[in-house]
């Protein structure tokens, strides 16, 4: 292969690994980050669901107290059960933890426990104020306290995924730049092979070539460096072989002819004083 061809493959070569490890590198990173950005984003609509819900029942729940005594069922405030049983059932289906599975099935049984219980009130309601207020805080209030403890408890379970997603988005960030550092350290490396085979294979001739150009011009030594090889530096090497031997040889006929000129000059000035 000729110089070009071997140095444009070598400087090809760590472009493209460096290309190869760059798209690999943005491609994990944006894989994981799809990935964890979605359970990011279910984990924080299971809290406002939850948060809705919680807000909901601490609403209906002081309404109740507020009509205590009033002792006029049309007061009692309507709630929608059907809409509070959808949005837990796909916050179930969202949840992939069976401790927060288990959580939600927890909520949804305290809200039915105490949505059971406040439905006594259309006949409590009729009764005295004393009678309304025990049922309230001796019935409905720890059903009640049971549903914001479950529904805090969630809560919980999904603050802590939505922490362990952030490692693992942090993780993830990590684990995709490894390619891009390994292939910065695989370019480095080549670029120091290849800083050495250029040393090695071309530097170090050309150095030899003028060490031997400048011993033949300067003290008239032979040029006789040799090197193993295929490219244009063998060739170059090779035609300042032939050169210098046919300078030498050149030289070498010049001062034979000197020497024979200068015998003739010898022998005709002999003849002419005989």
């Known amino acids: 292969m000729s ?15 460096l290309l190869l490890s760059s798209i690999i590198s943005i491609m994990e990173y ?12 279910s984990n924080i609509n299971c809290i406002n669901i939850a948060q809705k819900i919680a807000g909901e029942s601490d609403r209906y729940n002081l309404q109740l107290l507020a009509i205590i005594g009033e002792n006029d069922p049309s007061l009692i405030p309507e709630v929608d ?19 927060a599975v288990a959580r939600t099935d927890s909520v949804i049984y ?27 805080f001796k019935r409905l209030q720890p059903k009640y306290q049971r549903l914001k403890s479950d529904i805090a408890k969630l809560n919980d379970v999904i603050y802590v995924h939505l922490k362990e997603n ?11 730049i490894i390619p891009g550092v390994v292939s910065v350290g695989a370019g480095l490396l080549l670029v120091l092979l290849l800083l050495v ?22 003290f008239g030594r032979r040029y006789s ?24 040889e050149l030289k070498r006929r010049l001062s034979k002819l000197r020497e024979e000129r200068e015998k003739l000059i010898e022998s005709s000035s002999a003849a002419q004083e005989i």
Not at 30 to 41: H, P, T
Not at 81 to 99: A, G, I, P, Q
Not at 166 to 176: H, I, K, L, N, V
Not at 225 to 243: H, M, P, Q, S
């Open 81 to 99: 059960c059907n809409s509070f049983m959808d949005e837990y059932r796909s916050l179930k289906e969202t949840l992939t933890s069976r401790e």
């Open 110 to 136: 305290s809200y039915s426990a105490y949505m059971l219980t406040s439905l006594e009130f259309e006949k409590v309601i009729m009764n005295d104020f004393i009678d309304n207020r025990d049922w309230y």
């Open 166 to 176: 952030s490692e693992t988005f942090q993780d993830g960030f990590y684990r995709s």
């Open 197 to 218: 085979f250029i040393l090695m294979y071309y530097v170090r001739p050309l150095k030899k070539m003028l060490s031997g150009i400048g011993d033949y011009r300067d």
């Open 30 to 41: 944006r894989r994981m980050s799809d990935y964890v950005s979605n359970l990011i984003a």
């Open 225 to 248: 460096y040799e090197f193993d090889g295929d490219d244009e530096l063998v060739a170059l090497n090779k035609d300042l072989t032939e050169l210098a031997d046919e300078n030498a």
């Open 3 to 17: 110089m070009s061809v071997k140095l444009t493959f070598s400087l090809g070569a760590i472009a493209v690994i």
